[in-house]
């Protein structure tokens, strides 16, 4: 079986949910993580004092 047999069987409605899937996944790592996580914090008030006591250890 060839490669283009095997994506013939895949149906159109398959295809969207996994494309769906893909942009939703995407869109989920962008907001929760990076520059606008770090942007949405400073947004809210956050300064450097304001993470947990685990990183100032003494």
Do not use: H, R, W
Not at 31 to 40: D, Q, R, S, Y
């Amino acid at each position: 079986m060839s490669v283009t047999e095997s994506t013939e069987k895949v149906s159109k409605k398959d295809l969207n949910t996994i494309i769906y899937a893909g942009i939703c996944a995407q869109s989920f790592f962008t907001l929760t993580g990076g520059p606008f996580l770090v942007a949405f914090a400073l947004i809210m008030g956050a300064d450097i004092f304001s993470y947990p006591s685990i990183y100032f250890t003494s």
